[in-house]
């Protein structure tokens, strides 16, 4: 004689419960904006360096003023 177990058609057909998924963090109004530490030149990608308030791409010798942005 046979143990009849009656759970085991529930088993059999359980479904898992679904995860809920976390909620995203809130974005912030306002980002900081980095300032560059190192200028890269916008036509060849050179290191640009500072001279004078003038910002000067050695390469192609293409100049920006340090407060443009």
Not at 10 to 23: D, G, Q, S, T
Not at 28 to 43: D, G, M, N, T, Y
Not at 45 to 67: E, L, Q, W
């Amino acid at each position: 004689m046979s143990h009849f177990d009656p759970s085991w058609c529930a088993r059999l057909h359980a479904r898992p419960e679904p995860v809920p998924e976390p909620e995203p963090a809130p974005r912030p109004l306002f980002q900081k904006r980095e300032i560059p530490s190192v200028h890269e030149c916008e036509l060849c990608g050179t290191v640009m360096f500072d001279h004078n308030c003038k910002i000067i791409c050695p390469n192609c010798g293409y100049k920006r003023d340090c407060s443009d942005p």
